[in-house]
């Protein structure tokens, strides 16, 4: 095991989600017409020679994580159904309503609209544990037609309204998702990178996408308000990483714990351990996120490596 410990090791999950909508309309999150359940969700994790790894803090320590596993806790756990909301900080979260014309936020149940496990890691030697790759995509494209007013997309084209003939969206559920991991202290927050899939990274821009949608279907009294709760938000969400350039040449991995310096004995051994916790939501405030977006295929990959300590660049 001496000999083993001094390699590089390397843990990695697939998270595959097939999310089915209720109905087929097209509103933007902000109305919050329909909810979506997950219908099926595979996935593994692997981890390399030297490093073990277990969904939360019990049971068999082993070096595959089976996506029977994964969803055996996520069906223990409480969530209920994916619905777009939004976080400051990737642990706690809100989402955005229209109620009698006036827009207003309310808490999200813990751990209800969005997917939340623990990986608990351990190893015979000290260390910390970084993320070292992240991975978005969608199985396939979801193509739908506007059903109310013009409005812009997220890459800022105009899309036609119910009495036009180019009023086609062609969107990725991975343009929308956003992924944290959160380990003793910090929280790395993640989204797809720039460009992959005409993604545009962060909230995108007020004029545009699922906020020119929003604002096409309401009057000038909610419009405003929105403008005022898009801009609070643009003060207050934190920084997301992109998922291509975690792991590049130019960037060292990025820290998410340190293994415990004190030990704990499994069997006749002694290992250093640590758990971090994984979320995964659609975040409200991206401009590609629509309701049209969840009868598709969400698929998400996280690689962890063990190493010593790097500094942030």
């Known amino acids: 095991m001496s000999t083993l410990s001094k390699k590089l090791f390397i843990s990695v999950l697939t998270l595959i989600v097939t999310v089915g909508a209720f109905a087929a309309t097209t509103f933007a999150w902000f109305t919050l017409g329909n909810t979506a359940t997950v219908g ?36 223990t756990s409480s969530f209920k159904n994916f619905s777009a909301i939004t976080s400051k900080d990737g642990k706690t979260f809100t989402k955005l309503l229209v109620e009698n014309n006036v827009v207003t936020t309310k808490p999200v149940e813990d751990k209800t609209d969005y997917i939340e496990f623990q990986l608990q890691f351990r190893s015979v030697t000290g260390g910390s544990v970084h993320l070292s790759g992240v991975t978005f995509a969608s199985a396939a494209a979801s193509a739908w037609l506007n059903d109310g007013n013009p409005f812009n997309d997220a890459l800022k084209q105009p899309i036609g309204g119910v009495d036009s003939t180019d009023r086609t969206v062609v969107e990725y559920i991975s343009n929308a998702a956003r992924l944290s991991v959160t380990g003793e202290t910090d929280t790395v927050i993640v989204e797809q990178t720039a460009g992959t899939n005409s993604n545009v990274i962060g909230m995108g821009e007020i004029s545009f996408g699922a906020h020119s949608f929003f604002k096409s279907r309401f009057d000038s009294t909610v419009g405003s308000q929105y403008d005022a709760a898009y801009a609070a938000a643009a003060l207050n969400l934190s920084t997301t990483l992109q998922a291509g350039n975690i792991n590049s040449t130019t960037r060292p991995e990025t820290k998410v714990a340190t293994l415990s310096t004190g030990t704990t004995k499994f069997g006749e051994t002694q290992y250093h351990t640590v758990t971090v916790t994984v979320r995964v939501w659609l975040e409200g405030w991206d401009a590609n996120t629509y309701n049209a977006l969840f009868n598709m295929v969400l698929q998400t990959s996280l690689a962890f490596k063990k190493g010593v300590d790097i500094p942030s660049d």
């Open 40 to 75: 099926k969700f595979e996935g593994s994790a692997t981890a390399g020679e030297g490093l073990e790894v277990r969904i939360g803090e019990s049971g068999a320590w082993t070096n595959f994580i089976s996506d029977t596993q994964i969803q055996g806790a996520i069906n």
